[in-house]
């Protein structure tokens, strides 16, 4: 598979955020970060961009992108939920819960729904341990969240 660098505004944005970390040591994450603040996702476009600007090879930096889970190659949809999967929340039924949201949604974790509405991902800890299992949905945090409650929330969104 061949994937072309990008050109026009995406080359733009790769460039000025390239340019604003140059000189600093190992700036590949903090320019993944940036690339993805101001566009929403990695596009799979801008690892060649990368590679050449950073003098590393395309499969450094596609390691990079596809080893953290932060990093998305897609758009994700107008609103995340994000499901806790630590052994905290695990302890009273995140785990049922983030099935509950698979079978809901009718997507995997770390997918959008068809329709660009939810994106569905799981993390490992959201820092709500004693209020499990702990849902964020958009830049809000629900603990205690049921099924029908997760339901609700989701509801709310679309």
Do not use: K
Request: proline share 7%.
């Amino acid at each position: 598979m061949t994937v072309e660098a990008p050109t026009g505004r995406v080359a733009e944005i790769v460039g000025r955020i390239v340019e604003a970390h140059r000189g600093s040591r190992g700036p590949l994450l903090p320019i993944l970060h940036a690339v993805q603040a101001e566009l929403g996702h990695v596009p799979p476009s801008v690892v060649p961009l990368l590679a050449e600007r950073l003098n590393l090879s395309r499969a450094e930096v596609h390691g990079v992108v596809t080893f953290y889970r932060d990093f998305r190659a897609a758009p994700p949809g107008r609103v995340t939920v994000r499901v806790c999967r630590a052994e905290a929340c695990q302890a009273v039924g995140g785990q049922a819960l983030l099935e509950h949201a698979v079978a809901s949604l009718g997507v995997e974790r770390g997918e959008t729904t068809p329709d660009g509405a939810v994106t569905l991902d799981e993390v490992f800890c959201l820092g709500n341990c004693a209020l499990g299992p702990a849902v964020q949905v958009g830049d809000r945090l629900h603990g205690r969240v049921t099924p029908a409650r997760l339901d609700a929330l989701i509801g709310q969104c679309r």
